[in-house]
């Protein structure tokens, strides 16, 4: 995989904030992969496709996903959701990504999900709290990061169910599943 090549095609996709944050992501999942012992190859080529359908129209995602075979189940949450298996069915068919476990972290990155591995955990903690996020509650975030990888991962997951809790919006099952998980 030539990240070069990808980088440019990403600048093209994306506007230039999403790009930067995508740019941002990729610095923070190569310190966590870094911290964790995470291949970081891996992790820089998880991050830079987490987000290459975010701008897609929710049409363009539904058609691709449907296309692939996914039941309309998805369809009834945030269609900020449906960018990221879509992300991975991209970086499969696109630019013939065949690990599993980076296909698995860019599709994860939103919901998360149980049992995730520790790439997929890299992706999903880089991308919530790259130094551009600014949320209520990031900083207690960033100083969990500088403990186990699982505690930052149960930190993050507890503060999305949380915020999505908090405004009575459905939450998808694999954010639950992944909620317990981590929890228990
Ligand atoms: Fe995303
Ligand atoms: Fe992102």
């Known amino acids: ?8 095609d990403l600048q093209q996709r994306l506007p230039l ?3 930067e944050h995508v740019l941002r992501v990729t610095e923070t999942a190569r310190a966590l992969a870094a911290m964790h012992g995470v291949p970081a190859d891996k992790a820089e080529t998880a991050a830079l496709f987490h987000d290459i359908a975010k701008s897609m129209s929710a049409d363009g995602l539904q058609r691709l996903l449907t296309d692939r075979g996914t039941g309309p189940e998805l369809f009834k949450f945030n269609k900020e959701l449906w960018h990221a298996p879509a992300g991975a069915l991209i ?3 696109e630019y013939g990504i065949t690990d599993r476990d980076i296909l698995n972290a860019i599709r994860f990155h939103t919901t998360g999900r149980a049992a995730m591995s520790d790439l997929e955990m890299v992706v999903y903690v880089a991308d919530m709290i790259e130094p551009g996020r600014e949320f209520p509650g990031v900083e207690e975030l960033r100083r969990h990061a500088e403990g186990p990888l699982s505690g930052v991962m149960e930190a993050c997951i507890v503060h999305s169910v ?7 919006v459905p939450v998808h099952p694999d954010s639950i599943e992944c909620y317990n998980y981590f929890v228990q």
């Open 1 to 8: 995989m030539d990240l070069d090549n990808l980088i440019s």
């Open 17 to 19: 904030r999403r790009f």
């Open 91 to 93: 970086a499969e068919e």
């Open 162 to 168: 949380q915020h999505l809790v908090s405004k009575r």
